[in-house]
């Protein structure tokens, strides 16, 4: 199984960005994917979950940035608008083959499958 973030890139502050979670490999159909991100220097941080159609978002991005499964592609996309310059890092998608509690999507430990980072860049 991977995952293949892809979707980041260059834009100025108030742009936006579509983001893109691809699943490869055997049959895989994860009820847990979420998006995370880091920044340099820091710690990596919980973005949202898309958990079986129920979604949640770290406070940062609520109202910004939505979460959404496409069926036809077989991936889970991240809408980013109104994109700050503090947004500016590799973002990170993760799955799990179950469902994960709302109050622990937030810890990286609670996902199995991890793709490669995209990198997103914020100009002001």
């Known amino acids: 199984v991977q995952l293949q973030a892809s979707g980041g890139g260059l834009v100025q502050a108030g742009d936006s960005l579509r983001l893109s979670c691809a699943t490869s490999g055997r049959t895989f159909n994860p009820n847990a994917v979420g998006w995370f991100r880091q920044a340099p220097g820091k710690e990596r941080e919980f973005v949202a979950i898309w958990n079986a159609r129920i979604t949640y978002y770290a406070d940062f991005v609520t109202g910004r940035f939505t979460i959404s499964r496409d069926n036809a592609k077989n991936t889970v996309d991240l809408q980013m608008n109104s994109l700050r310059p503090e947004d500016t890092a590799a973002y990170y998608c993760?799955?799990?083959?179950?469902?994960?509690?709302?109050?622990?999507?937030?810890?990286?430990?609670?996902?199995?499958?991890w793709g490669q980072g995209t990198q997103v860049t914020v100009s002001s």
């Open positions: 993760a799955a799990n083959q179950n469902r994960i509690a709302s109050r622990s999507a937030r810890s990286a430990h609670m996902y199995g499958y």
